[in-house]
């Protein structure tokens, strides 16, 4: 890759490719063909304008914030930890593909925890479909940690087992 592939497009270089992306778009082969080109020469545009884990993450935060950009600065950081506590270092595919999905239901649970908290003006029917929703954005998170705790266990390495405590041995007072 040469030097100047490393870099992004500078703003004269966008505005071209946005009318080549235009292009393709209405399906013109020869755009498609040199949008490829494009992005062939350049892994580090389509690898950060591809990343759906990112898009799926910025739509929750987007749609949890409401328009609150101190919630959305705040939600940022609090996932930025959030992942790194779960990846603990690691950099092996399954787990930062693990930690995002882990991520991502965490942000669905919580936005659908915060929408049924008010339940005005709701009919029986909805907020049986809220519940059904919950209970179902409930499942997807707890299958998400334990197919992390099952691949943690999996892998090999010193930390294998994740350290997650989620109920801690009861101490019997004697």
């Not at 693990?98 to 029917?125: C, F, K, M, P």
Request: proline residues 3%; glycine residues 4%.
């Amino acid at each position: 890759m040469t030097e100047s592939q490393d870099k992004y497009p500078t703003k004269a270089d966008w505005d071209a490719l946005n009318i080549l992306i235009g292009k393709a778009n209405q399906g013109a082969p020869e755009a498609i063909r040199e949008l490829q080109q494009f992005l062939d020469e350049r892994p580090q545009i389509w690898n950060k304008i591809g990343d759906v884990a990112k898009i799926s993450e910025s739509a929750w935060i987007t749609l949890i914030a409401n328009g609150d950009c101190m919630l959305k600065e705040s939600l940022k950081k609090k996932l930025t930890v959030l992942k790194d506590e779960i990846l603990d270092g690691s950099t092996h595919i399954f787990d930062q593909m693990l930690a995002e999905v882990i991520q991502s239901t965490w942000l669905e649970l919580h936005y659908l925890l915060r929408v049924d908290a008010d339940a005005t003006n709701r009919t029986a029917g909805q907020s049986t479909l809220m519940m059904k929703r919950l209970e179902s954005a409930q499942r997807r998170h707890t299958s998400a940690i334990k197919q992390y705790c099952q691949i943690k266990k999996l892998l090999p390495g010193d930390n294998r087992q994740p350290d997650i405590s989620i109920f801690q041995p009861r101490q019997d007072s004697a």
